[in-house]
């Protein structure tokens, strides 16, 4: 069971559920961590309280599925990731899955060089 993080600006959350919100109280993020690390499912909603997208991560880095939607909560994209730098993406046109890719990324973590190159198909 997780619990409500209170903390101050700029202070790394460590374990639980961290939400934010918009001026108008509808929720912005919800976001689950676990030793400082987001972990599990993270949501964001549009200001209207439609869901934007929703992602899952494993120790801070995506792993599982990533979905985005478009404004009438149809899904526009699905992207499965997983540790090993795989990854397969699915898009969607009225509800049904029109273009399939599979690809992968070199593990390299200096973001500094500039695009990466992705290797892959599509079926």
Do not use: D
Request: with cysteine; hydrophobic share 20%; proline share 4%.
């Amino acid at each position: 069971m997780s619990k409500k993080i209170n903390k101050t600006p700029n202070e790394p959350p460590q374990n639980g559920t961290e939400i934010t919100r918009y001026s108008n109280g509808n929720i912005k993020f919800k976001t689950s961590y676990i030793n400082g690390k987001i972990h599990g499912l993270r949501i964001y909603w549009r200001e209207n309280g439609a869901k934007c997208w929703e992602a899952t991560a494993k120790e801070g880095e995506l792993h599982g599925v990533y979905t985005a939607r478009r404004e009438n909560g149809q899904k526009e994209y699905e992207i499965y990731h997983n540790h090993n730098q795989e990854y397969a993406c699915i898009e969607y046109n009225e509800r049904k899955p029109v273009t399939r890719a599979h690809f992968s990324i070199p593990n390299t973590h200096n973001h500094n060089q500039g695009k990466q190159k992705l290797k892959g198909k599509s079926y």
